[in-house]
């Protein structure tokens, strides 16, 4: 059939277009697709993660040093309310913080607010030795259709990382959302490592059982354990059950582990780290290993910035569905091209528009007279 939409032409428009990521400005501004073509097309079509690994795969660069790291973001949703997809959750939101640069947003804490929004839960790989990372999978939070939870994405995503996708990675680096008994032991069970912080307000035990639980934000620390961490329990876990925790400082330094400017000044936080790695003796390695965390926050805002992943104003299910899909693809692919042209996300897309200011300066559409 002649001028027959495909994923690819979707993909194409998401990839150009600047500001609107409507369908309506699709069709006012193509030449083979109406409105009603592209709609008919996104209701019809079904766009799954696996589409992300059949693109991503072949530009992984492998290492058994290599982490994964799942997380959730909510796509914001405030102003509609028909959008089948749509439910109220927690969205985690970053503090403002001023500096000698003036405001700028910084990955600091967990505070969160109830916003109406779709939850996706993500996940990426990360090599550490070439300091790189790839969306691999992804889920979108829909209890009411499969049952599941957020806590339960993640461990699917694991699995399938693990047994379908086989790929090489020595641990998992996760949010203190996902340290919960049944995410923690399934990835014990899988010989695998993780590095998550602990809520402050986790009980936790340093005594062998001589002492009651306490906050873990009340243990006291030698100058030793501040070094090179100390054996704990937590609460709920099996009797024998042990891990290392790490108190580790987050300053304008760590916050430089996440690509954030090291000129800007940011007050200290401690996050207490726990991991199951009880030969780790470095606070120093802990602290560097769970700065590669902050790269799929990179991956949440430069989706939602250059992709019009929360931009789509359609009803249906599969309609939003698939245009999250294509929005992750659409990422994936400048991503891959960032890298090849040793340049960033923002620079490519940004770049679209050069041309355009080229031309009009030459030759201009819109031309200015004065009086």
């Known amino acids: 059939m002649a001028n027959k939409m495909t994923c690819l032409d979707y993909c194409q428009y998401l990839l150009v277009t600047q500001i609107n990521y409507t369908l309506t400005n699709f069709a006012d501004h193509s030449s083979k697709f109406s409105h009603d073509k592209i709609n008919r097309f996104l209701k019809g079509e079904k766009i799954t993660p696996r589409l992300i690994w059949d693109n991503v795969e072949s530009q992984l660069v492998l290492n058994e040093s290599g982490y994964l790291?799942?997380?959730?973001?909510?796509?914001?949703?405030?102003y509609s309310f028909n959008v089948e997809l749509v439910r109220r959750q927690a969205a985690r939101m970053r503090h403002r913080l001023r500096s000698r640069l003036g405001k700028q947003s910084f990955p600091r804490g967990?505070?969160?607010?109830?916003?109406?929004?779709?939850?996706?839960?993500?996940?990426?790989?990360?090599?550490?030795?070439?300091?790189?990372?790839?969306?691999?999978?992804?889920?979108?939070?829909?209890?009411?259709?499969?049952?599941?939870?957020?806590l339960e994405h993640p461990q699917d995503m694991l699995l399938g990382a693990v047994h379908h996708k086989q790929i090489p990675f020595q641990g998992i680096l996760m949010d203190t959302w996902y340290a919960t008994k049944n995410v923690m032991l399934l990835i014990e069970s899988l010989n695998k490592h993780y590095y998550c912080p602990l809520k402050n307000n986790r009980q936790v035990d340093e005594?062998?059982?001589?002492?009651?639980?306490?906050?873990?934000?009340?243990l006291d620390w030698n100058d030793e354990e501040l070094k090179q961490g100390k054996i704990i329990k937590i609460k709920g876990f099996p009797k024998e059950h042990k891990?290392?925790?790490?108190?580790?400082?987050?300053?304008?330094?760590?916050?430089?582990?996440?690509?954030?400017?090291?000129?800007?000044?940011?007050?200290?936080?401690?996050?207490?780290?726990?991991?199951?790695?009880l030969t780790q003796v470095s606070t120093k390695a802990t602290h560097k290993a769970c700065g590669?965390?902050?790269?799929i926050e990179q991956l949440h805002r430069?989706?939602?910035?250059?992709?019009?992943?929360?931009?789509?104003?359609c009803r249906k299910v599969r309609i939003q569905r698939n245009h999250i899909g294509c929005a992750l693809l659409v990422w994936v692919r400048l991503k891959n091209l960032a890298l090849v042209s040793n340049s960033n996300v923002y620079q490519l897309k940004n770049s679209?528009?050069?041309?355009?200011?080229?031309?009009?300066?030459?030759?201009?559409?819109?031309?200015?007279?004065?009086?």
């Open 69 to 78: 790291i799942f997380d959730d973001t909510v796509l914001d949703k405030n």
């Open 352 to 371: 679209l528009l050069d041309n355009y200011l080229i031309q009009q300066l030459k030759n201009p559409s819109l031309k200015m007279i004065l009086a």
């Open 110 to 150: 967990n505070a969160k607010r109830v916003i109406k929004g779709i939850g996706v839960v993500t996940c990426i790989y990360v090599n550490p030795m070439i300091d790189q990372f790839w969306l691999i999978d992804y889920r979108i939070y829909e209890p009411d259709n499969d049952g599941k939870t957020k």
């Open 207 to 218: 005594s062998a059982g001589f002492n009651a639980y306490q906050r873990v934000d009340s």
């Open 302 to 313: 430069e989706g939602k910035q250059l992709t019009g992943w929360e931009k789509c104003q």
């Open 292 to 295: 590669f965390r902050w790269r």
């Open 243 to 277: 891990v290392k925790l790490f108190r580790v400082e987050v300053s304008s330094r760590g916050h430089a582990l996440s690509g954030l400017p090291t000129s800007v000044s940011c007050p200290y936080r401690t996050d207490y780290v726990v991991t199951n790695d």
